[in-house]
């Protein structure tokens, strides 16, 4: 049986919570949905799957090289709500706790850091689980590469079977059809005027960005859409570089260091309850107190009476049993037969159980 990857979009999941879940907060005020919602979701498709590897991929804030390629990339983006900021540092120690990898890398997105993965995986003969709420990673389905699609509603298993009955083209041409239609969210411009529905039927009938501008010249199109085509091929082969997925990130962290190490339960623990999530608590078993530690009594020397040793004591422990008299310092015992104890321990502070049977 092949092993499995579970990759996370750490920044898409997080999103997606933060708008799918109703707000919640701690008694203190701290903002928990997104973190309560990228915990159910993770969590159900970790329990189906039991992945040997895993790992979450986090953007960092630092330009990437499409940033750098095409300045208005991802532009007009609205500023993520300070309630999502600030559950980003909490969710990366949660999700270490959960024993998740997190991985960054500047100058690339957390989709090129799953591309990378799957890569990765592939190569080890493993089957790779991508988990987003992105399309985009959808161009990266293959034979051992699916996606989890989370969607308002489900999380989707998207494999080939699945993307050709949705899009009816192969998954390896998806960022064919991008760089066809743009992406309005990245704000990738595509071609102008070309939509979802003529950018799958151009590559249904082309196979490839590449076949279209082939083939443009004898083409049987409609004069609007050869027009636009024409006009529009130096946005498209921007828009395709823009849309594609980088597969060969300089990851420092082989395959093989992104082993599943499970939950860390005295840290998983401290963070649920501190976000105040009972259920997870009781969900990973974590709702037991630890057994306490059984502490295994010294053993007690037992030393003639030394009388002088009382004197000096301010407090002394006593029990009378037997015909017997024990004394203690609470370190020391000792034992005498009752003689002249009375004058011994005259205007000393005696603790002792009973103290009536002793008149």
Partial sequence: MKKKLLAIDGNSILNRAFYGVRPLTTKDGFP????????????????????????????LKAPTFRHKMYDAYKAGRHATPEE??????????????????????????????LGTLARMSVEADCEAYLMTGDRDALQLIGPSVHVLLATNSETIDMDEAKFLEKYTVP????????????????????????????????????????????????????????????????SAYLSQTLARICQTVPLEEPLESLKNRGIDRAELRRLLLSLEF?????????DAEPAPEETVAAPVSVAPMDCEK?????????????????????????????????????GKTVVCYDCKSLY
């Fill in 171 to 234: 998954s390896s041409t998806f960022v064919d059809v991008k760089a066809l239609m743009g992406d309005s969210s990245d704000n990738i411009p595509g071609v102008p005027g070309i939509g979802e529905k003529t950018a799958i039927k151009l590559i249904s009938e082309f196979g490839s960005l590449d076949g279209i501008y082939e083939h443009l010249p004898e083409a049987k199109l409609t004069p609007s859409v050869k027009t636009k085509l024409e006009n529009g091929r130096e």
């Fill in 84 to 113: 999502l900021l600030q559950q980003f540092p909490v969710a990366k120690e949660v999700l270490t706790a959960m024993g998740y990898h997190v991985l960054s890398l500047e100058g690339y997105e957390a989709d090129d850091i």
């Fill in 278 to 286: 009972s259920a997870f608590i009781k969900r990973f078993g974590l």
């Fill in 310 to 346: 009382v004197s000096t004591l301010d407090v002394v422990a006593l029990d009378y049993s037997d015909e017997k008299v024990t004394l203690s310092d609470g370190t020391s015992v000792w034992e005498c037969d009752g003689s002249d104890i009375s004058a011994r321990l005259s």
């Fill in 32 to 59: 928990t949905n997104a973190l309560y919602g990228m915990i159910n979701m993770i969590t159900r498709q970790a329990e189906a799957l039991a992945p040997d590897y895993c790992a979450v991929a986090f953007d």
